[in-house]
């Protein structure tokens, strides 16, 4: 059974800085594909970042504010957040997609950004 957790919510002011973690465990597992998605109240889900090999991939409203990291070895990946704007405020998921199993959604972790 897989499950990822993600930690490192909570309320910043605009302008800040937040890093969001992710841990995928399970046994023998076989990543492919990591990305962190958001959803803000009244809105569906959005794409915001994406590691995959070496690639990454970032939504434009976040390009040059955010950087994803992947550790394969940990089988980790992080959300480093900067600039941080009230736009931003959303529940954010981790996704996981694998070679040999089913993608899988983490619970999320509330972001606020708000003076």
């Known amino acids: 059974q897989v499950q990822l957790v993600e930690s490192g919510g909570g309320l910043v002011q605009p302008g800040g800085s937040l890093r969001l973690s992710c841990v995928a465990s399970?046994?023998?597992?076989?990543?492919?594909?990591m990305a962190w998605y958001r959803q803000a109240p009244g809105k569906q889900r959005e794409f915001v970042a994406s590691?995959?090999?070496?690639?990454?991939y970032y939504a434009g409203s976040v390009e040059g504010r955010f950087t994803i990291s992947r550790d394969n070895a940990k089988n980790t990946v992080d959300l480093q957040m900067n600039s941080l704007k009230p736009e931003d405020t959303a529940v954010y998921y981790c996704?996981?997609?694998?070679?040999?199993?089913?993608?899988?959604w983490g619970q999320g972790t509330q972001v606020t950004v708000s003076s």
């Open positions: 399970g046994s023998g597992l076989r990543i492919y594909y």
């Open positions: 996704y996981a997609q694998f070679l040999d199993s089913s993608p899988s």
């Open positions: 590691a995959i090999g070496t690639s990454t």
